[in-house]
C-alpha cells in the first residue's frame, strides 16, 4: 500500500530555512506528480507545491511561497523534498506530502513546522 514517511520539520526563527522530506513506497514514484500541502491552525489544507515527473521537468507553486520555497525529487531515493528559505510565521503549519494514485489522494502523516521568535 502507499506509505510516507515525512521528516524535517521543526522550530525555527524567521529569516531561516528548513528542508523537509518523504520518503514513498508503494507506488512508482518516478511516475507519478507530487505535491507538498500545508494546514495551518484552524485553516484548510493548501496546496504549497507540486513537481511532474524528472523528465518533464514541471514545478508549481502557491504564490505565497514562491521564490523562497524549492521542491525537487530523487527517484533513485523515493523522496520528495521541499527547502524552505526565509520563513516566517505565516508558514507555521503541519507540511503533507501527497500523491493521486489510482483515483485516491494519499497523504503522509504530517510534519510540524513553526516558525517563531
Known amino acids: 500500500q502507499v506509505q510516507f514517511v515525512e521528516s524535517g520539520g521543526g522550530l525555527v526563527q524567521p529569516g531561516e530555512s528548513l528542508r523537509l522530506s518523504c520518503t514513498a513506497s508503494?507506488?512508482?514514484?518516478?511516475?507519478?506528480?507530487m505535491s507538498w500541502y500545508r494546514q495551518a491552525p484552524g485553516k484548510e489544507r493548501d496546496l504549497v507545491a507540486g513537481?511532474?515527473?524528472?523528465?518533464?521537468?514541471?514545478?508549481n507553486y502557491a504564490e505565497s511561497v514562491k521564490g523562497r520555497f524549492t521542491i525537487s525529487r530523487d527517484d533513485g531515493k523515493n523522496t520528495l523534498y521541499l527547502q524552505m528559505n526565509s520563513l516566517t510565521p505565516e508558514d507555521t503549519a503541519v507540511y503533507y506530502c501527497?500523491?493521486?494514485?489510482?483515483?485516491?489522494?494519499?497523504w503522509g502523516q504530517g510534519t510540524q513546522v513553526t516558525v517563531s521568535t
Open positions: 508503494g507506488f512508482a514514484f518516478s511516475y507519478y506528480y
Open positions: 501527497n500523491v493521486w494514485f489510482r483515483g485516491s489522494d494519499y
Open positions: 513537481i511532474g515527473t524528472t523528465a518533464g521537468g514541471i514545478t
